[in-house]
DNA sequence: ATGAAAGCGCTAACAG
DNA sequence: CTGTTAGCGCTTTCAT
């Protein structure tokens, strides 16, 4: 296809110098005169050379690679918004840390899920992981890889803070203060569907749910809570059966945009208005919560600056920050669009 | 972090064999006595072996990479149900071929976008790269990119068929069909929201669009056309002028499911019905085509498999096929849901 | 059918 | 500041 590609003894030869000081310039160590960098570099540009990584990484035995887990089938495209965030964030902190990203799906349910982990970071000679929920949540799973390689978990539970370093948003907050926004509305009988119950992070979204409501003189146990599973199917089947209930609540609370996407397309289905009939609110802000119709009220989490800062923690890591875990909180916020108003309006 | 991985040697020794038999077995070469085989297999799993991908690599001088080249902004997101499709089907063949996947993001509108490709090649020792539209329309980076390494386009114009293997639909025929289908509903006056015209997949739909119209015995050039860009605020910022204008359209057809999204919400805004007063159509058919209301009229396209076929096609011409570029159609469809009625009904 | 020897291109002590 | 010397772990001729 090409001819042979220069390696770093053609450079040294072609600025002649030692191979050594190649690699020093190339790798921009110390004790080189500006003069003989400078020479190198010319020789690199004209010679049009470029490090092979993989001889790098044999020689270095440090492979620059850093795998993102996503808890998914590769069939299926759960949370496509959620799942890109998070990519790219990483992807953009990869390229200015110079590291490579390899972005990997483990099925959910899969009951060898740690050995898939671990497999991946034996196979590949992984020097860091990104892991999402679940897996982010799992004692177990996070401490086999902490043993293997440097770990940073996307909302990870409390269990599991203490284990890896960490980001994420105060999902409990969170919960409570879209449920304020809620109450402040007027609303006061409301019902929550849930994500996977694996998910501890959108558990305790309900849990400040719950918070807000009993601050407000309710009784919590009053919420009506269905097991979803994040998916726009999950907010379809709940929704359907709680607007069929006798007195169905004035305000759904979903664990995620995509189940809240599901819960308007079923009340559009029931030509209810929304939010004049009935209130619903979803999580993440992902680009759906503007897409759909009306747009929804939701809680903004900064994706892509988690999955960026989860990639700086395993970096700082890997060049030797001896801290503790440190788990990161980042900013949430309700961002109020046209899904939720006060209730009885129609 | 953990102790020193066995090595090829370690298994050589364990096994009581020499080295090259080991690689022998672990490469399924010939050449090896079945009861060897078995005791060699029995040491690799037993030491808990596994290759070192960095040093196969290097000593065989092959790099086992694929780059899968999307044409966006780091920043944004742009068709997330679309980049994501594709890169499941690739990592999926991926995984199947024993390769590895490299997803990139090159900024759309770079000028040096021939060059952040190539140098990706050079840099990663990348053997092989597919490209998303609108690269894969581009005849000099094409060609540029087939000289350094093996080649896939996705949904490549005709002026690129001839230079590397492709897979892709029959966009005019899906255009086409799509406008047939209004017709049929007894639609006359359309408008069509077009994609970037770099990519000129999406101007193919049209050209169906107008055939179809034309057809029908109407004018061609009464089709409104619209220079979208494929997002969603593309579609609400045309939708919005054509619906202020004294004759709307009564269908508006979309290049991608994202626009058509934002011309439905524009409808909605406007407290049209859809589509009762309007009709609206998307391209793709991806999830997002059944998470708007109503659920979209579009006409499907395999993404995942056409990825997948890509990366076929690559493995294939890296074990040495050498027959000339082929391009493979895949078969589109038009999916019917509830977007698109007959005119007027309002 | 098997093994010995020679690198792949690079980094990393260690000498100067 | 700079070069010399060893490998990193594997595949690949080439003998046997």
């Not at 993989?54 to 949370?79: K, T, W």
């Not at 897996?135 to 269990?159: G, H, N, R, W």
């Not at 029931?270 to 503007?290: K, N, R, Y």
Request: aromatic residues 4%; hydrophobic residues 40%; glycine residues 8%.
């Amino acid at each position: 296809m090409h001819a042979r590609r220069p390696t770093i003894d053609d450079v040294a030869r072609h600025s002649g110098v030692g191979r050594t000081t190649v690699s020093r310039v190339l790798n921009d160590g110390p004790n080189v005169r500006p003069e003989v960098r400078d020479r190198v570099w010319a020789s690199v540009r004209s010679l049009n050379y470029s490090v092979n990584p993989q001889a790098r990484s044999l020689a270095s035995g440090s492979s620059g690679l850093i795998a993102l887990v996503f808890a998914s089938d590769l069939e299926a495209q759960p949370n496509s918004f959620y799942t890109s965030a998070l990519e790219l964030g990483a992807l953009r902190e990869c390229l200015v840390q110079g590291r490579h990203l390899l972005t990997h799906h483990v099925p959910q349910d899969s009951p060898d899920r740690k050995r898939q982990v671990l497999d991946l970071i034996r196979a590949q000679r992984c020097q860091g992981l990104v892991l999402t929920p679940p897996f982010s949540d799992d004692p177990e799973l996070v401490t086999a890889a902490a043993a293997q390689c440097a770990v940073a978990l996307i909302s990870p539970a409390p269990a599991t803070r203490g284990l890896a370093d960490g980001v994420g948003v105060d999902d409990e907050a969170g919960g409570y203060d879209v449920a304020r926004h809620l109450l402040a509305l007027g609303h006061r009988d409301f019902a929550y569907i849930t994500g996977l119950e694996s998910h501890l992070s959108a558990a305790r979204r309900l849990e400040g749910v719950r918070r807000a409501v009993s601050s407000h003189g309710l009784d919590p146990a009053a919420v009506r809570v269905l097991a979803g599973d994040f998916t726009f199917r999950s907010g379809v089947e709940h929704t359907r059966r709680l607007l069929g209930e006798a007195t169905p609540p004035t305000a759904i609370l979903c664990a995620n945009d995509d189940t809240a996407a599901g819960a308007l397309s079923v009340a559009h289905g029931l030509h209810l208005s929304v939010p004049a009939d009935l209130s619903i609110t979803g999580f993440d802000d992902t680009p759906m919560s503007e897409i759909v119709w009306p747009p929804l009220t939701t809680v903004h989490q900064p994706l892509k600056d988690m999955a960026g800062l989860a990639v700086n923690a395993l970096a700082r890591r890997l060049t030797g920050d001896g801290d503790g875990p440190r788990f990161e909180t980042v900013p949430h916020k309700v961002i109020v669009r046209e899904s939720s108003g006060p209730p009885g309006a129609g």
